[in-house]
């Protein structure tokens, strides 16, 4: 697999929802070694489309029309982020942190 498509609905603080966007393309990248991950966000929720952004997703198109909600039609945005465009924040250095507390104590 080299890619995964995403759609997601974070309640709560903006805080959680993007540090939950940022760890998708983490996990994804460093550890499913995947190349693209999608995310697809209504388009009425411009506050998720924002966080997409903020953790550099790049708008990508429109699947028009695509969900039926109380009887109303939708669109829904899709965004996506390359493995060449990102940086770990938070999975690699982790593990890369481990592994020199491990070299460390067997040293």
């Keep these: 697999m080299t890619a995964i498509r995403l759609g997601f ?3 709560g603080e903006r805080e959680v929802g993007q540090e939950a966007v940022a760890l998708l393309p983490d996990y994804g990248f460093s550890i499913l070694n995947l190349n693209s991950v999608e995310l697809g ?4 929720n411009t506050r998720a489309i924002r966080c ?3 953790v550099d997703f790049k708008r990508v198109g ?3 029309e695509s969900r039926i909600l109380g009887g109303v039609a ?3 945005v899709v965004t996506d982020i390359l493995a060449s465009e990102f940086e770990s924040p ?3 250095p982790s593990i890369r942190a481990s592994l020199d507390r491990t070299s460390a104590s067997a040293g």
């Design 9 to 11: 609905t974070v309640g």
């Design 41 to 44: 966000v209504y388009a009425f």
């Design 52 to 54: 997409c952004g903020r």
């Design 62 to 64: 429109v699947l028009r």
């Design 74 to 76: 939708h669109d829904t």
């Design 90 to 92: 938070v999975v690699v």
